[in-house]
Structures are given as structure tokens and as C-alpha cells.
């Protein structure tokens, strides 16, 4: 069984990304770039999870990396203007990329090519580190649909994020994902065999896969040029949902109300953020 990361949003920029998250009560950490053009500026959570906005912000350097087969920049930009995707990538906690790699390889499910970068992190105490990471990608579901991939870090020390987990919000954790399909058979093998897990048939008629550290839901959805496979929604859980309401209220964000939840929609693509409450709150 594998364990989510992180989820990808891609923004036209940075700033457009820190304003509306941060109108959402959340904290972002400060914008970082990466060696093959993109930047993010990601929102963590106490969970270890995170949502990643994502930004072109060097075009030469960005299509450079695609002449070279980098298939991260590549796929995000074959989803960056779609208006189907608000959520474009979803990465899954990897111990061992290569081994993940071949492992998925024996279901047909994996690329050849990885991808090893390392960056320059400044520490809340100004010092600086050095992080590194190994991306292996899963093939991709069918034409326009979202990427999926395993992300190894490679460097040896752990960054204290702490002050970058606490959320005017209350959000606790990244507690799950919803999938939307126009084929649920296909895509729930598909999900099956990354996740290396079973999925669950719900009451409502979606079929739930629960992670390690949290839960994706897969839904079948119908209609004209509809991809096969979206990333939907991101689940939030936040510690107050009460106040979590009041705090969007205060500040005139638009919302829906869905059950116990609260489902704000994206404003870079289809899909929402939806707040609901965490475990005993």
C-alpha cells in the first residue's frame, strides 16, 4: 500500500497562487524555484502533506528541461491550460523510486526515465540546506489526464517546517482526494495497482481506496469532453469547521456548503479545496 505526498495546482503565477490561499487562511511557505524553470510556493501541513502551487517562472529553462525528457515539466504543461485542472499531478510518498519504479513496471504502469534534482533550502533560522529528490512517473491513465508520479527524498536531514504548519484556518492535514472518471472499471484498476491497494465500493456508489495516511475517493462522472481521469478535490481537515466557516464568511470567500463540509471552488481550474473536520474535532 502507498501513502500520498502532495498534490500539484498549477498557477498562471506565484502570486496569484499566494493570494488565494492565503485569503483562505492558510500559510505558505516562500517561493522556491526549481533547477528546470518552475517555482512553488507550498502550503504544509502538520500531517506531513502538502499542497503544491506551481508556477512556470524561467520559459527557457522549462522547455530546455522538456527537450530533455523531463517529464514533469512536460506533463504539467500539457495540463497547465486546460481548464479541466485545477489539480494536475498527484505524488505518492516513495522510499525507493527506482525499486517503486520497477515494481510498477511488472503491471505496465511506469516510465523508463526518473528525474534527480536537488535545491538550495533556507532554513527559518537563515541557515541554509541542501535537499534532494527522485521522481519515478506512473504511465499515464489515457491522453489529458492528470500525472502521477513517486517522489524519493534524498537528502539526510529533516526541515522544520513547524511554523509553516500553522493555519489561521485550523487545517491539520491533507486527508484525502476525489478522482472523477468517465470510465470507473478502467480507472479503478488503474488506481488499484499504483496504490497497491483494494478499493471499496461506498453507499453513494464511488469506490474508496484507504491509504496510510489518508483516503482517495473515485467517482464516475458523464458529459462531452470530459477527460477519462480528473483530480477533483483536495480534502482539508481543519481542527474547527465552525470557525473555519465563519473565517471564509469574514473574509466574503464563496463557498458551498456539502454536508459537514465546506467545498471552495478553484480558481485556477476545475475542482475544489474542501474543508472538513479533522479526526475527533
Not at 500500500?1 to 506565484?14: I, N
Not at 483562505?24 to 526549481?34: I, K, M, Q, S, Y
Request: aromatic letters at 8%; glycine letters at 10%; a negative charge.
Amino acid at each position: 500500500m502507498r501513502s500520498l505526498d502532495h498534490v500539484v495546482m498549477p498557477f498562471g503565477a506565484l502570486g496569484e497562487a499566494q493570494s488565494w490561499f492565503s485569503s483562505l487562511g492558510f500559510t505558505l511557505a516562500p517561493e522556491a524555484r526549481h533547477p528546470f524553470g518552475t517555482a512553488n510556493a507550498c502550503v504544509f501541513f502538520r500531517d506531513g502533506l502538502f499542497i503544491e502551487p506551481l508556477a512556470r517562472v524561467d520559459e527557457a529553462a522549462c522547455a530546455a528541461a522538456d527537450r530533455d525528457g523531463n517529464l514533469f515539466v512536460r506533463r504539467d504543461a500539457a495540463l497547465r491550460a486546460d481548464p479541466a485542472f485545477g489539480f494536475s499531478a498527484l505524488a505518492l510518498r516513495s522510499k525507493d523510486a527506482l525499486a517503486d519504479r520497477d515494481s510498477l513496471g511488472l503491471e505496465g504502469l511506469t516510465e523508463e526515465a526518473t528525474l534527480d534534482f536537488g535545491r538550495t533550502l533556507t532554513l527559518p533560522d537563515g541557515s541554509e540546506g541542501k535537499i534532494a529528490f527522485r521522481l519515478a512517473f506512473v504511465k499515464d491513465f489515457g491522453p489529458r489526464t492528470p500525472s502521477l508520479f513517486l517522489c524519493e527524498p534524498r537528502h539526510s536531514f529533516t526541515p522544520d517546517r513547524s511554523r509553516l504548519t500553522v493555519h489561521e484556518n485550523g487545517a491539520t492535514g491533507l486527508a484525502g482526494l476525489e478522482f472523477a472518471t468517465t470510465d470507473i472499471e478502467a480507472a479503478e484498476a488503474y488506481l488499484r495497482a499504483v496504490f497497491a491497494a483494494e478499493g471499496h465500493e461506498t453507499e453513494d456508489g464511488s469506490v474508496r481506496f484507504d491509504l496510510d495516511n489518508g483516503f482517495v475517493d473515485l467517482v464516475e462522472v458523464g458529459g462531452a469532453d470530459l477527460p477519462a481521469l480528473s483530480l477533483n478535490a483536495a480534502f482539508v481537515a481543519v481542527s474547527d469547521p465552525t470557525a473555519a466557516r465563519a473565517l471564509l464568511d469574514g473574509k466574503g470567500i464563496d463557498f458551498e456548503v456539502e454536508g459537514d463540509s465546506l467545498a471552495v471552488p478553484c480558481p485556477n481550474g476545475a475542482g475544489r479545496v474542501q474543508f472538513i473536520g479533522a479526526a475527533g474535532s
